[in-house]
């Protein structure tokens, strides 16, 4: 009991922990431009904490938002969120393909485009935006394959070429990086209008968009960048803590077989559980989120398995055996010497050493009232069917 007690008292330990830790993360204060750094593939994870770290550089006192890029690229349904966060900021959006040999690839492309700015370092390059199925087999050689793959590719071209006119850059080249996959380095970008300005370095880049002006509305506004402080945001650990708290209800499920809590280690189980499902993605967005209704009916279905699990394990426990030695308590047989208070008796086909706390008659009917060491059985004699019911009870109940 007082171990059921201590398991349950660190689960609320490390639940309460995490509660504090992850208020303190959204109470941090903006600086005046927000930097996150992306250094990999587009996926949901980052949309979402790009989507989370814009939405906090809006609500703050954020000048500008600025995302340092290197990507060959992501899932076009991850750059979609990203982009859309980007053209509903109120303040202005920067991207900017760094460091040197750095790369904005495929889905990475179209976010710079989608950009109020867009810089690139020295020797960095952008484009190669052709859409590549990750399906299984791809879309084939077939007809069908060729037709489905011209509709992504006329989808992406269309939206590249949207983005780009949206922030007044160079169509064509838009829809050449996406059509033709063609790739371009920075000073060539910078020549066809592709992007804003090149920038060797954060402060040669801050240095280069002071006074710039961006449209909101239809109306320009400039940003200001003299004397800006760069906050940078790193990845937090909250889908972490939700994967580990998942992985804590199932240990907690497991021991709840395996050590007497009375039904506490499934409680704390249930509790990590639907904290692991609602912190594992936070997110503003509602087709980020998992939905409140699987998490309740995922616990609600894990209670019940475990609730029925455990009813067979109890019951099985106190099911009587049914073979072996213990198995034959409560047999009947019959004496074949005398018992006085030793000599042998015969149940079940075989012939057994016995003794009895009575004297017992040879031939009389006895019941085995349990087995002890070296295959020897103690029995008593049967009298009459209340008797002995009344006598195994009392048995029962002293063992």
């Given at each position: ?12 330990l490390v639940l309460l922990s995490t509660g504090l ?41 954020a000048r500008a938002f600025l995302i340092e890029l ?330």
């Amino acid at each position: 009991m007082l171990k059921s007690v201590y398991l349950c008292s660190l689960v609320i330990l490390v639940l309460l922990s995490t509660g504090l830790l992850l208020k303190a993360e959204e109470i941090t204060t903006p600086a005046n431009i927000r930097v996150v750094r992306v250094a990999g593939i587009i996926n949901p994870v980052l949309a979402d904490f790009i989507s989370v770290e814009l939405d906090t550089a809006n609500n703050g006192n954020a000048r500008a938002f600025l995302i340092e890029l290197d990507t060959p690229g992501g899932l076009d349904s991850s750059m979609r969120v990203i982009i859309q966060k980007i053209l509903a900021s109120k303040i202005p959006v920067i991207v900017y393909v760094y460091p040197s040999g750095a790369r904005a690839a495929s889905a990475g492309a179209l976010i710079t485009l989608a950009a109020d700015f867009a810089a690139m370092a020295p020797g960095t390059n952008i484009g190669a935006a052709h859409p590549v199925s990750i399906g299984i087999g791809g879309t084939g050689d077939n007809e069908q394959g060729n037709t489905v793959m011209e509709k992504v590719v006329n989808d992406a071209v269309a939206y590249a070429r949207s983005l780009a006119e949206q922030r007044g850059r160079n169509r064509d080249w838009a829809e050449q990086i996406v059509r033709d996959s063609i790739s371009t380095a920075a000073q060539e970008a910078l020549e066809l209008k592709a992007i804003d300005l090149i920038a060797t370095d954060e402060q040669d880049l801050l240095k280069k968009l002071d006074d710039r002006t961006y449209l909101r509305n239809g109306k320009p506004r400039k940003l200001v960048t003299r004397g800006a402080v760069l906050s940078y945001a790193e990845m937090t650990w909250r889908n972490y803590i939700g994967v580990l708290l998942i992985l804590l209800a199932i240990i907690l499920f497991i021991l709840e077989i395996k050590v007497v809590s009375y039904g506490m280690l499934t409680v704390g189980g249930l509790i990590a559980l639907t904290f692991g499902s609602l912190i594992l993605v936070d997110s503003p967005e509602p087709y980020l989120q998992i939905s409140r209704s699987v998490i309740a009916a995922t616990v609600l279905i894990c209670a019940s398995v475990i609730s029925l699990v455990l009813f067979f394990v109890v019951r099985v426990q106190k099911t009587r055996f049914v073979s072996g030695l213990e198995g034959m308590i409560g047999e009947r047989g019959q004496a074949v010497t005398a018992l006085d208070p030793r000599g042998q008796v015969y149940v079940h086909g075989e012939y057994w050493d016995a003794h009895a706390e009575e004297t017992i008659a040879s031939g009389s009917e006895i019941e085995i009232v349990r087995s002890e060491a070296n295959l020897k059985l103690l029995v008593r004699a049967v009298k009459d069917n209340s008797t002995v019911s009344t006598a195994k009870e009392k048995d029962y109940v002293s063992d």
